[in-house]
T-cell receptor, first 114, second 112 residues
Framework: GAGVSQSPRYKVAKRGQDVALRCDPI?????LFWYQQALGQGPEFLTY????????KSGLPSDRFFAERPEGSVSTLKIQRTQQEDSAVYLCASTEGGSYNEQFFGPGTRLTVL | GDSVTQMEGPVTLSEEAFLTINCTYT??????LFWYVQYPGEGLQLLLKATKADDKGSNKGFEATYRKETTSFHLEKGSVQVSDSAVYFCALKPGSARQLTFGSGTQLTVLP
């Protein structure tokens, strides 16, 4: 079936605007991860869901970042009052069954804050 | 904390050349180790993995051996192709963790 999809693929925001990034995991995948990838760097963990429960949000850089997965499938990462340092690629990954299985990544959303 | 250090790029090779991308790690316990590849415009894809010391992961002609004594997981390929041009990421996952910890990535360009 289809892989992990993310939308939009590109987002330009003015500083101070709120943005919402969407992730559609592979159908039936229980676990979902968000990562942030700054230019020239590797991805860094933001948060993790198992079904609709957010079990780990230790990587969220500030309280301006909020993620949800209300029905245990689609997830949204919201960033309030965007700052220039939020410019990055935001990656979503999902796993079948437990969180220790292989993570399948989406293509990412490139966020540019002007 | 846990961390991964990769050789810095970019790396440029001619087709059929031998490839090595170095990766060392710092972790508590016994992590699983991974190499991911990111082709232009695409998401990260798992290339290979190893879950315990002395394991060798292999895929598409790429190999890496989990060396606990040197805390290394170097990626090798005997003969690269133009289609191997991509960014390669080394990553680890400690046994107790769910998320991956990545290195900074190495850009590989293979010229015909």
């Amino acid at each position: 079936g289809a892989g992990v999809s993310q939308s939009p693929r590109y987002k330009v925001a003015k500083r101070g605007q709120d943005v919402a990034l969407r992730c559609d995991p592979i159908s039936g995948h229980v676990s979902l991860f968000w990562y942030q990838q700054a230019l020239g760097q590797g991805p860094e963990f933001l948060t993790y869901f198992q079904n609709e429960a957010q079990l780990d949000k230790s990587g969220l850089p500030s309280d301006r970042f909020f993620a949800e997965r209300p029905e245990g499938s689609v997830s949204t990462l919201k960033i309030q009052r965007t700052q220039q340092e939020d410019s990055a690629v935001y990656l979503c990954a999902s796993t079948e069954g437990g969180s220790y299985n292989e993570q399948f990544f989406g293509p990412g959303t490139r966020l540019t804050v002007l | 904390g846990d961390s991964v250090t990769q050789m810095e790029g970019p790396v440029t090779l001619s087709e059929e050349a031998f490839l090595t991308i170095n990766c060392t790690y710092t972790a508590t316990g016994y992590p699983s180790l991974f190499w991911y590849v990111q082709y232009p415009g695409e998401g990260l894809q798992l290339l290979l993995k190893a879950t315990k010391a002395d394991d060798k992961g292999s895929n598409k002609g790429f190999e890496a051996t989990y060396r606990k004594e040197t805390t290394s997981f170097h990626l090798e390929k005997g003969s690269v192709q133009v289609s191997d041009s991509a960014v390669y990421f080394c990553a680890l996952k400690p046994g107790s963790a769910r998320q991956l910890t990545f290195g900074s990535g190495t850009q590989l360009t293979v010229l015909p």
